[in-house]
């Protein structure tokens, strides 16, 4: 990747279509919807204290306008030191030879990130549950963490379990939880199993978002996505009630911005019902 990824994060869609072939998830980040609601408690205050004196430091930041650099520095992580990268994404086992896709740094701006620090990020996670939901984006964007944060962890103090469509990576002396859940229209779909699904017969159940939302109760910080899945070309398939397999299905076809819209209601609703707003904040990055 010679060309250096979007400038903004927030430009239009459409034009993020072409990078798709992109191997790398830097490229990806630009284009997806993506909600992370933030623990806002004690433990939290330090990096929250941390992004305010970023704040207070260059006022008016705005994190999210900026542009990628690239540095010769060294990556966070190496592929081969983290065991828990899946074989499709172990682009340099399989041969690519070129490695500048590693030395790309957002940079905001008006003001400079602070550098990752994993032991501050093991610190704030203490007791706490961190769940990634989406499509295999969030899927990379998780193992990014897990990578990141797992180098510090010695061998028997860390796992990794697979529940099903939850994954599960646990810091033992920290009793922290990272967590993966797989659903890649955040609804109910045709298209949950992984493997088992066909492009071009989408269908999504309206109203569904518990179906796959019991299973992210409890969670403290919950990072969202949902874009690709739902760019199929064609009108979208809404199951109104019944099943999936029946064979005379009741549905609705709509515009693929419409059920993208109803599905980013049903979250949003699901937020507001499981979530505690004295607790957690919401923060919306992209679009
Ligand atoms: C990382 O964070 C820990 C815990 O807050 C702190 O003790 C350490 O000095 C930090 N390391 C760096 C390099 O900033």
Redesign the pocket.
């Known amino acids: 990747m010679k060309s250096p990824p979007s400038s903004s994060p927030s430009s239009s869609l459409l034009l993020r279509k072409t990078r798709l072939i992109s191997p790398f998830l830097f490229t990806l980040l630009a284009f997806i919807l993506f909600i992370a609601v933030i623990l806002y408690s004690e433990v939290f205050s330090?990096c929250h204290t941390k992004l305010s004196r970023i704040r207070e430091r260059e006022e008016g930041c705005d994190v999210f306008k900026g542009r990628w650099v690239w540095e010769k520095g060294g990556p966070l992580y190496e592929e081969y030191e983290c065991p828990y990268i899946q074989p499709q994404l172990t682009c340099q086992q399989h041969g690519r030879p070129d490695k500048d896709y590693l030395h790309w740094r957002w940079q905001p701006h008006a003001c400079s990130l602070p550098?990752f620090?994993a032991?501050?990020v093991l610190?704030s996670l203490r007791g706490k549950r961190m769940l990634f939901v989406g499509d295999s984006l969030n899927r990379g964007q998780f193992v990014s963490m897990v990578c990141l944060l797992q180098r510090i962890i010695p061998e028997n103090a860390k796992s990794m379990e697979t529940f099903g469509s939850l994954t599960v990576f646990t810091a033992k002396d920290y009793n922290a939880k990272i967590e993966y859940y797989w659903a890649p229209f955040l609804l109910e779909s045709n298209a949950d199993d992984a493997v088992i699904h066909r492009i071009t017969d989408r269908i999504v159940r309206k109203g569904s978002i518990n179906k796959h939302g019991k299973n992210w109760k409890g969670a403290d910080i919950i990072v969202f996505n949902t874009y690709l899945w739902w760019m199929t070309g064609m009108p979208f398939k809404i199951l109104q009630k019944g099943s999936f397999k029946d064979d005379v299905k009741d549905m609705i076809e709509v515009s693929t911005e419409d059920a993208y819209r109803m599905a980013m209601k049903s979250m949003l609703r699901w937020v507001k019902r499981n979530m505690d707003p004295k607790k957690n904040r919401e923060h919306r990055l992209g679009r």
Request: hydrophobic share 15%; glycine share 0%; proline share 0%.
């Open positions: 330090q550098s620090n032991t501050l610190e």
